[in-house]
């Protein structure tokens, strides 16, 4: 069964760094695309981009050059980093996996559980 | 950009009704489409894509349709378990944009 699971800060403080890991268990990370989308309660579900193993990565042109999206340091994970962040960065943010195998990655058809992320200082 | 529109944003409806959720894209995606369902506290889950096409595991109950620019979601004979909120999603080009949502809520 594949789980995805994300981790990370619940606090982060304005004009810092927002660092999360989603970690995959029951599906290797270099056999599909990953992404990771957040979700507030103003904006609904925002896609923020996605990874590739092989260095492909796309990304929301909203996010302006502020998000980095890599392979995990260790094991079977994948990572996002995204700079300068303010309040507006506040949200439930969520990896998940493509399905399919088109081009480009199509629909997402498993999602982690969430990891909430604070913006305040 | 493609913006995704849904209608309505909340549905009042009792178990067994038949209930449709529509989705607009501001340009043609073609079939490019996706469902979702999400649930309080949980993540969302794939219901449909290409669609029309059922993902492993879902009743038979959701349907998908349409094309370019139009989509509807049916849920037939309403159970308890499907109230919750669904989404649309587009995948046609490298930027992914959902719908906004739309709530189904017990009349």
């Known amino acids: 069964q594949v789980q995805l699971q994300e981790s990370g800060p619940g606090l982060v403080k304005p004009s810092e760094t927002l660092s999360l890991t989603c970690s995959v268990s029951?599906?290797?990370?270099?056999?599909?695309?990953w992404s990771w989308i957040r979700q507030t309660p103003g904006k609904g579900l925002e896609w923020m981009g996605y990874?590739?193993?092989?260095?492909?990565?796309n990304y929301n042109p909203s996010l302006k050059g502020r998000l980095t999206i890599s392979g995990g340091t260790s094991g079977n994970q994948f990572s996002l980093t995204l700079t300068s962040v303010t309040a507006a960065d506040t949200a439930l943010y969520y990896c998940?996996?493509?399905?399919?195998?088109?081009?480009?990655?199509?629909?997402?058809?498993?999602w982690g559980q969430g990891s909430p992320v604070t913006v305040s200082s | 950009d493609i913006q995704m529109t849904q209608s309505p944003s909340t549905l009042s409806a009792s178990v067994g009704d038949t209930v449709t959720i529509t989705c607009r894209a501001s340009?043609?995606?073609?079939?490019?489409l996706a469902w979702y369902q999400q649930k309080p506290g949980k993540a969302p889950k794939l219901l449909i894509y290409?669609?029309?096409t059922l993902q492993s595991g879902v009743p038979s109950r959701f349907s998908g349709s349409g094309s370019g620019t139009e989509f509807t979601l049916t849920v037939s004979t309403l159970q308890p378990d499907d109230f919750a909120t669904y989404y649309c999603q587009q995948y046609n080009t490298y930027f992914y944009s959902f719908g906004q949502g739309t709530k189904v809520e017990i009349k």
């Open positions: 029951g599906a290797s990370v270099s056999l599909q695309f």
């Open positions: 998940a996996r493509h399905g399919g195998s088109g081009w480009p990655p199509y629909y997402f058809d498993l």
């Open positions: 990874f590739y193993h092989t260095g492909i990565t």
């Open positions: 290409d669609a029309s």
């Open positions: 340009q043609s995606i073609s079939t490019w």
